[in-house]
């Protein structure tokens, strides 16, 4: 089959990337994406929403970072979703990388799993699917290595989601 999609507003994109299948000239005469999708699964495109575009995403994330004393942190975040329309988000992931003076975690989720690479020092939490009745939450201890300050500032969070048709 032969597809196209268009996008209510394209300016908002920046920082493109698009599969092989896609007929790059449309994309840069009329903004829309034509292709001939390829077998299997594959990534169409890939893009960020510059930081100057107040875009309204469909899921929240609340978190609080705050330490408790020398080396211990607590950690916890809840996500959520906002104006989905009735739509339900799912295949909800978030990944924090977290300071390189961040020895471990100890943290419960109420849904899905996490995992905190002691190399990369990224914190990966694989939510799933966001029930809007019981909204998940991550929480618990972070402890840094021995005579490690903690930072002042939050580190910076990576969400990825999908929403259902």
Known sequence: PDLTM????PRLFDDVSFHPCVRYKKWE?????????????FRLVSYHIGSGSQVA?????RHSLSWVGGTQGRLDITVGPKQTMGRTVEQVKIE??????VLNCSLTPSQG????DPVS???????GKIDQTKL???RGSVNLV???APEDTNPSISLQFSISH
């Open 6 to 9: 268009s996008f209510m507003n």
């Open 29 to 41: 005469s009329d903004r829309i994406l034509s292709f001939v999708p390829p077998d299997g699964n």
């Open 57 to 61: 995403i469909p899921v929240y994330v």
């Open 96 to 101: 924090i990388p977290m300071h390189k003076s």
């Open 113 to 116: 799993k996490y995992s905190f």
């Open 121 to 127: 020092k990224v914190l990966a939490w694989e939510v």
């Open 136 to 138: 998940p939450n991550l």
């Open 146 to 148: 021995t005579g490690a």
